[in-house]
């Protein structure tokens, strides 16, 4: 997959450093406003059918206007008229999920730049989201020292992940963002990561992989 700014190569995962011990269920969330979609987005839709696996729903916010007629549909794919920042989609969409020991049951958010180039297998999603894992993100050592949340997902079938959106939205609820040296979801999301890594979260950096 790659982001219309920034490239992010996400098929080079080692198959051999992740123990997948169950079938993945995930549900992906993204947002546009509607004047993006012909400048951008549309490129996201087209390759979400072309590449992902039906089974694996897509449930989009959109504001700024009706939906064009010409906008990519399909059976997995839900457009809901909403304007929420990706904190609060994430947070408040996980809500709704049940915790189930079943199914490696992840909650994942993929920025409506990111065009998808290859097929994407129900053993490769395996890869990405291992069962061993309370998050996976993409991270970034540097001048950006913070990793890109243009692609993370949340395990939920674990307290752990739900813990830490808990406390992602609180900060924003409780103006606590203010205080921290940047106000992205990006800077917030790895200042967060850091304190719930130290209280045992396991989270799984593909850009290590």
Known sequence: MTRTQQKTNLTTVNSNKNKVDLNIMATVLTSFKVPDYEKYAHRFFESWVKYWPKGIKLVAYYDGGRLPNNVVK???????????NKVFAICDYARTIKSTH???????????????????????????FPDTSDIVHLGREGVIDYSETGFIGFNLMYNKARDFLRDWRNMYTTNEILGLREWTDAFSFERLLNIHKSHGLTAYNLDNA
């Open 102 to 128: 079943k199914y490696n049951n992840w909650l994942v958010w993929i920025d409506a730049d990111v065009i998808t180039t290859k097929k994407i297998s129900h053993d490769y999603l395996n890869l990405l």
């Open 74 to 84: 399909a059976s997995n794919i839900t457009y809901v008229n909403l304007d929420k």
